[in-house]
T-cell receptor
Framework: EAQVTQNPRYLITVTGKKLTVTCSQN?????MSWYRQDPGLVFRQIYY???????DKGDVPEGYKVSRKEKRNFPLILESPSPNQTSLYFC????????????FGPGTRLTVL | KNEVEQSPQNLTAQEGEFITINCSYS?????LHWLQQHPGGGIVSLFM???GKKKHGRLIATINIQEKHSSLHITASHPRDSAVYIC???????????FGKGTKLTVNP
């Protein structure tokens, strides 16, 4: 089944404790992206990647890191999480670029205390 | 500044009604997505438009490039259409996507 998976789905952590949210797709997509959805339903793009070893900043990259060492995986890293990073995070992928149909993961609800 | 505005923010309808959700943007775009977020949180891509009109079942999406405006229509609405509908735009040559704030639709039986 074609899908985007994220782990963990739920995470409660404390300020400053490094964490990684994994994202994996099995569709051989080149474009992958991370978004956060905050209260009021607002989506904002954090980082995106056009292919292996090619990443670029979205609108809210501060406090986040990403890597794209393999085509299928695009982990989101929070080196020192803070409470303002409490949010719902979505990973998505598409065939080549942002104008292609986007396939979303199920979301990761992160709470930073 | 690249901005995306959606209206209305909230919409309540009776089953069977014709629904229109609007999305307008500030400058020229290369593509616009309509997404549906289910009450459980899952997100599905409905349409990608760069011009004209697309139809899938009871859903119709249109875009007017000159007026910088897109609409999502739902004909014969049903309670299962209750969801948040979001437009997302790719501006110019960037690969970034900028999102509207979403429209929460509730269809009552």
């Amino acid at each position: 089944e074609a899908q985007v998976t994220q782990n963990p789905r739920y995470l409660i952590t404390v300020t400053g404790k490094k964490l990684t949210v994994t994202c994996s797709q099995n569709m051989n997509h080149e474009y992958m992206s991370w978004y956060r959805q905050d209260p009021g339903l607002v989506f904002r793009q954090i980082y995106y990647s056009m292919n292996v070893e090619v990443t670029d900043k979205g609108d809210v990259p501060e406090g986040y890191k990403v890597s794209r060492k393999e085509k299928r995986n695009f982990p989101l890293i929070l080196e020192s999480p803070s409470p303002n990073q409490t949010s719902l995070y979505f990973c998505a992928s598409s065939l080549e670029k942002s104008t292609d149909t986007q396939y979303f993961g199920p979301g990761t609800r992160l709470t930073v205390l | 500044k690249n901005e995306v505005e959606q209206s209305p923010q909230n919409l309540t309808a009776q089953e069977g009604e014709f629904i229109t959700i609007n999305c307008s943007y500030s400058v020229g775009i290369s593509a616009l997505h309509w997404l549906q977020q289910h009450p459980g949180g899952g997100i599905v891509s409905l349409f990608m438009l760069s011009s004209g009109k697309k139809k899938h079942g009871r859903l119709i999406a249109t875009i007017n490039i000159q007026e910088k405006h897109s609409s999502l229509h739902i004909t014969a609405s049903h309670p299962r259409d209750s969801a948040v509908y979001i437009c997302a735009v790719r501006f110019g040559g960037s690969e970034k996507l900028v999102f509207g704030k979403g429209t929460k639709l509730t269809v009552n039986p």
